[in-house]
């Protein structure tokens, strides 16, 4: 490994871990005690959610493309799915950037529907 390598992994480990550091904070100081049993429900319940539904359900869907995708689009010899090109890379980094902004504003939604029935 680069000394580059090295320095950037720890740079960006360092503002990981303040960033945590900040938001653990603020949420400790800012959300009122009687809700912080509320949010450790709801913490558990979405890594339960996700262990119990999401993740199995995403190596499902995975499984059931490679099986189906057709075989000109796959390199047998290493097991892996080969891109046609830089444009079907360039769709897949847009598609998934609008889940995670949708998924991102459907959340927001959520918390403040919430909030206006608390």
């Not at 509320?38 to 869907?61: C, E, H």
């Not at 290493?78 to 598609?95: E, I, T």
Request: no cysteine; proline share 3%; net charge positive.
């Amino acid at each position: 490994m680069s000394a580059a390598t090295v320095w950037s992994r720890r740079v960006l480990v360092l503002a990981g871990t303040a960033a945590m550091a900040w938001w653990a904070w603020l949420a400790l100081t800012s959300v009122p005690s009687h809700w912080w049993l509320l949010w450790a429900v709801w913490l558990a319940g979405s890594v339960a959610l996700n262990d119990a539904i999401i993740a199995p359900l995403v190596i499902v869907l995975g499984w059931l493309v490679l099986v189906w995708l057709p075989a000109l689009a796959r390199d047998r010899t290493r097991g892996r799915v080969v891109a046609d090109g830089p444009g079907r890379v360039r769709a897949g980094v847009v598609l998934r950037g609008a889940v995670l902004v949708l998924g991102t504003l459907l959340l927001v939604w959520f918390v403040a529907l919430w909030s206006a029935a608390r």
